[in-house]
């Protein structure tokens, strides 16, 4: 393994450890055991080591969803997923200051939306059980859209106040009741 591949993997022990904004060069550099100077050379900077990291992270989704059981069920998704907000905590709050800095930042923001255009496909295949090549564009926009911001919303309630966040029983249940809402299709 070579110094980048070293300090990608550093860089992606620290993000589940100390979070985006607490891990220093110092930390990346000695977790890597590589000199500091190794960052600027193969990244530029600890922040675009840091969203490399980030981003190949969620990529891969196992570290940050767990292993995918492969299956339709919604709710043992659900219950991936909550167990994922609690086990993997400070890798949530560092893609949350992700998206943060993103914000004033171009390059960044547009490295979080091609990831948000991975993440609806990514949730419309988890949720159809159906192959990513092979779901339809209104499927992504529709079913991964909106399973990608419930994930959202959830994943904050989970960070900020887990006692009474709703459990993977309760999401189903009202999604179920948001349901009998709905208006006929015009």
């Not at 959202?152 to 459990?167: I, K, R």
């Amino acid at each position: 393994m070579g110094n980048r591949e070293k300090l990608l993997e550093a860089a992606r022990q620290c993000l589940f450890t100390k979070g985006y904004e607490r891990t220093t060069v110092r930390d990346l550099a000695s977790a890597a055991g590589v000199s500091m100077a190794a960052i600027g050379y193969h990244f530029g900077s600890k922040e675009a080591l840091l969203n490399q990291a980030l981003f190949e992270a969620l990529d891969s989704g196992d570290q940050a969803f767990g292993p995918s059981a492969g299956d339709t069920d919604l709710g043992t998704l659900w219950r991936r997923l909550i167990e994922a907000f609690s086990v993997n905590k400070t890798f949530w709050i560092a893609n949350l200051e992700t998206v943060l800095r993103a914000q004033r930042d171009p390059e960044l923001r547009e490295q979080v939306a091609a990831g948000l255009r991975q993440g609806r496909s990514g949730m419309a295949r988890e949720v159809t059980g159906t192959a990513e090549t092979e779901l339809s564009e209104a499927t992504i926009r529709t079913v991964g859209s909106v399973q990608l911001a419930l994930v959202s919303g959830l994943m904050m309630q989970h960070l900020t106040d887990p006692e009474s966040a709703p459990t993977a029983d309760e999401v189903l249940a009202g999604l179920r009741a948001l349901a009998t809402y709905l208006p006929e299709e015009t």
